[in-house]
């Protein structure tokens, strides 16, 4: 069976781990820019290939790469969820644009690194 952005996926949890581990135990790190947003970069790019790869186990969905327009919506949803609805029900939390920014560069890389993967087996069977 066939899968979408596992790689992409992985490297993206891995970074997470080490994005917290570096919160937690870094004074230097808590100190940038990456402290806050870093996990919202790799908040599309881990997310989407789980829900692509549950509609194709779910058998729902046939085909395996993420389009453009899937990773527009998913950052529509993202924002609208966690930047609109989420500051309205709990307190602590806050909305906020540099949020949305992320999420979109999240989106772009994603969608990036799929590109590349595609040119490079187009490239192979040549």
Known sequence: ???????EMFTGMGLYV???VLKETSKVYNATIL?????DVLALIVCIPIFINIQILFGTR???RVHFWEIGLYLLIFSLVYEYLYPKIW?????DL???VAY???GIILWAF??????????KSK
Request: proline content about 3%; glycine content about 6%.
């Open 1 to 7: 069976m066939k899968y979408v952005a596992l790689p």
């Open 18 to 20: 080490v994005h917290f």
């Open 35 to 39: 402290r806050g947003y870093f996990s």
């Open 62 to 64: 046939r085909v395996y």
């Open 91 to 95: 307190d602590e939390s806050t909305a």
């Open 98 to 100: 540099y949020d949305v």
């Open 104 to 106: 979109a560069l999240g």
């Open 114 to 123: 799929q590109m590349m993967r595609d040119f490079r087996s187009r490239s």
